[in-house]
Nanobody
Framework: QVQLVESGGGLVQPGGSLRLSCVAS????????MGWYRQAPGKQRELVAV???????NYTDSVKGRFTISRDSARNTVYLQMNSLKPEDTGVYYC???????????????WGQGTQVTVSS
């Protein structure tokens, strides 16, 4: 069974940086897309950034130029480098993986448990 485990969240001052990591565990053959969503208190979950197996990326406008998504497909790991953090970046960040093929079969989408990011002075 494939599971996603995030790490790297925490409390940081405005202007600071954090790096999130997410590892997909299990007997995995391939993952098409990996990425990050976030959910602020009282708001809907929103896309932050995604990256395809081929390396194509997509970012929400509010993080362009500040966040960088990267991926190590050999280790089934996705990273989110977050720089110049703002209070409005606060929320629970969820890792996601799409179109996963593993020894357990095919999964259209999986989510991690989430990691809290708080940007505050």
């Amino acid at each position: 069974q494939v599971q996603l485990v995030e790490s790297g969240g925490g409390l940081v001052q405005p202007g600071g940086s954090l790096r999130l990591s997410c590892v997909a565990s299990g007997s995995i053959f391939s993952i098409n897309v990996m990425g990050w969503y976030r959910q602020a208190p009282g708001k809907q979950r929103e896309l932050v950034a995604v990256i395809t197996r081929g390396g194509d990326t997509n970012y929400t406008d509010s993080v362009k130029g500040r966040f960088t998504i990267s991926r190590d497909s050999a280790r089934n790991t996705v990273y989110l480098q977050m720089n110049s953090l703002k209070p409005e970046d606060t929320g629970v960040y969820y890792c996601t993986a799409e179109k996963i093929l593993s020894s357990s079969g095919y999964s259209p989408r999986l989510w991690g448990q989430g990691t809290q990011v708080t940007v505050s002075s």
